[in-house]
């Protein structure tokens, strides 16, 4: 059974901090790794998403992944109370073009 | 992205009807999903919906409970049935398109009461 982990939080910040939200996940050979944002009543948006070791930035997110590790984390740099939102990371879950979600990890920022 | 729509967005139905939820997309993609997120809790794959076959299940889900068409590739439906209050979840679909792997993008959702 493919797992992933996160710590539900809830994650309080200051706002203009950064907030750094953490992943792991069970099956070493994913290969797609994906971080949804989902605001209270409202559907996952997807903001960013990975497939190699590093680090990929994209305006004030950075997704880092450690395949070694089996980590994935997402940055917030310059964190807005707009943040304030759970996150989800997901993984492949192999050969059907699905994903396993983890549970999510609350955010808040405070202003 | 695509642009996903859902009907209904929300909807109260009594218990052992059932609820047919539709979703469109406004380009053709190859994979649609059904996930549902009860209360508070994360999303749980319910099928992948195959265009001219039959959906691909998860465990723990079964066609007679939860029955899916895809007559083309942009349109897809799932039908709750036999409700019970366990039923009150979000629904959602989401799309993955073609050349971009495993990245997903979800409808608006479908909020169902059952009384």
């Known amino acids: 059974q493919k797992e992933v982990e996160q710590n539900s939080g809830p994650l309080s910040v200051p706002e203009g901090a950064i907030a750094s939200l953490n992943c792991t996940y069970s099956d070493r050979g994913s290969q797609s790794f994906f971080w949804y944002r989902q605001y209270s009543g409202k559907s996952p948006e997807l903001i960013m998403f990975?497939?190699?070791?590093g680090d990929k930035e994209d305006g004030r997110f950075t997704a880092q992944l450690n395949k070694a590790s089996q980590y994935v984390s997402l940055l917030i740099r310059d964190s807005q109370p707009s943040d304030s939102a759970t996150y989800l990371c997901a993984v492949d879950g192999g050969s059907q073009g699905n994903l396993i979600f983890g549970k999510g990890t609350k955010l808040s920022v405070k202003p | 992205s695509a642009v996903i729509s859902q009907k209904p967005s929300r909807d109260i139905c009594q218990r052992g009807t059932s609820l047919t939820i539709q979703c469109q997309v406004d380009?053709?993609?190859?994979?649609m999903f059904w996930y549902r997120q009860q209360p508070g809790q994360s999303l749980t794959l319910i099928a992948t919906a195959n265009q001219g076959s039959e959906a691909t299940y998860e465990s723990g889900f079964v066609i007679d409970k939860f029955p899916i068409s895809r007559p083309n590739l942009t349109f897809s439906t799932l039908t709750v049935s036999n409700l019970s209050p366990e039923d009150s979840s979000i629904y959602l679909c989401s799309v993955g398109l073609s050349g971009s792997s495993y990245e997903q993008y979800f409808g608006p959702g479908t909020r169902l009461t059952v009384t």
């Open positions: 990975i497939y190699s070791n």
């Open positions: 380009s053709q993609v190859t994979m």
